[in-house]
């Protein structure tokens, strides 16, 4: 078997635009984002985006056309949000802190040190109650009976008993 190699032939000429390479387009660092791209690089929904604007935790200018636009900093301030979320943080805490902040500024890494600080005696009394609840409840599993003298969750040391019998608890409207 006789095998001959044929020479390729170039198609295109060297020098046809489709050839030559394009410039990048300039980054535009500057540019504020769409609510789309905003919900894409940090994660969050459009619709939770909506309710940290209503909320007064997150800013948005209006276009011409009514549309948001965010600037650059406030993925940080998405991020910010979701990691005080994260650890149990109510949004009213969140508000509060980034309300703390000198005028509206995105917290940087001394601001999350500082405002964790604060947060931690919180969050350890947290713990701490979620323990006891822990501990309190495996003597209380099953017992069906909120008015045992021996419930530790619904009546510490029969401190109901002492109003007196039946469900103390319970108002009847007046």
Not at 116 to 134: C, F
């Amino acid at each position: 078997m006789d095998v001959s190699l044929e020479p390729q032939l170039m198609l295109r000429s060297i020098d046809h635009p489709s050839n030559r390479k394009q410039p990048m387009p300039p980054l535009e660092t500057h540019r504020p984002l769409t609510i789309g791209e905003l919900s894409e690089r940090s994660g969050v929904s459009a619709s939770a985006l909506h309710f940290y604007e209503r909320n007064g935790l997150i800013e948005a200018e209006r276009t011409p056309g009514n549309q948001r636009r965010y600037r650059r900093d406030t993925l940080r301030r998405v991020a910010f949000i979701k990691t005080s979320q994260r650890v149990g943080l109510p949004l009213k805490d969140i508000r509060e802190a980034l309300d703390s902040l000198p005028d509206g500024r995105t917290p940087t890494r001394r601001d999350w040190a500082k405002l964790s600080l604060r947060w931690r005696k919180e969050l350890d009394e947290r713990i701490a109650a979620l323990q006891h609840l822990r501990n309190d409840l495996d003597g209380c599993i099953g017992c069906g009976c909120l008015s045992l003298k021996s419930c530790t969750l619904q009546n510490p040391s029969d401190q109901l008993g002492a109003s007196g019998a039946g469900a103390q608890r319970w108002t009847l409207p007046e």
